[in-house]
């Protein structure tokens, strides 16, 4: 499977039957902290600015946002006027049933379903959750907050919380 940086989220790769992982939305309504899709990857924005319009044109969108996945920066440019894709990210907790082969298995306390696809990341939030899982429960169940956007879910990071 290709790495997350190599993968094409363009909306040409993915198909109109996934027409819905985004929804339009006019360039100037978006907000620092909000979510845009930047060269096909969903981004978290970092920074906007907008230029006032010139003598013969319309006002300008710049946009510096973060690749929620990577963290890889991407920057553009868009007419204020204009509809840019805004990802769908959901976020959910799950609770951390165990870690096997680089996957963990996850319990969705709604729904009463399994998760057993999602790898352990790698960097600090896998090592923590390594960590956590690797001492024992002692009296504590392990959460994973699970972001997802464009058919793409990764691990974000974990808390241990008291039984109940």
């Known amino acids: 499977m290709a ?4 993968q094409d989220f363009s909306a040409a790769a993915l198909g109109s039957a996934d027409a819905s992982l985004t929804t339009p939305t006019q360039a100037s309504s978006l907000r620092k902290g909000g ?3 930047l ?4 981004c978290k924005i970092s920074a906007m600015s907008t230029s006032a319009p010139g003598k013969h044109g319309h006002a300008k969108v710049c946009i510096e946002a973060y690749d929620i996945f990577t963290h890889k ?21 799950y609770l951390l049933l165990y870690v096997d082969g680089g996957y963990l ?6 729904s009463g379903e399994t998760k057993d696809d999602v790898k352990l990341p790698e960097g600090e ?13 002692g009296g ?16 974000m990071e974990c808390k241990e919380v008291d039984r109940a």
């Not at 790495?3 to 190599?6: G, R």
């Not at 007419?79 to 769908?88: E, G, L, S, T």
């Not at 939030?125 to 429960?137: A, Q």
């Open 73 to 93: 920066k991407y920057e553009d440019i868009s007419p204020a006027h204009a509809n840019v894709d805004v990802p769908v990210v959901v976020r959910r907790e």
């Open 105 to 110: 298995s996850l319990f969705n306390n709604d």
């Open 39 to 42: 060269k096909g990857h969903p």
């Open 3 to 6: 790495s997350i940086e190599e």
């Open 140 to 155: 504590k169940d392990i959460f994973v907050v699970i972001v997802g956007a464009m058919g793409m879910e990764m691990a």
């Open 125 to 137: 939030v896998g090592e923590k959750i390594v960590k956590l899982f690797g001492r024992g429960r």
């Open 35 to 37: 979510f845009v899709l």
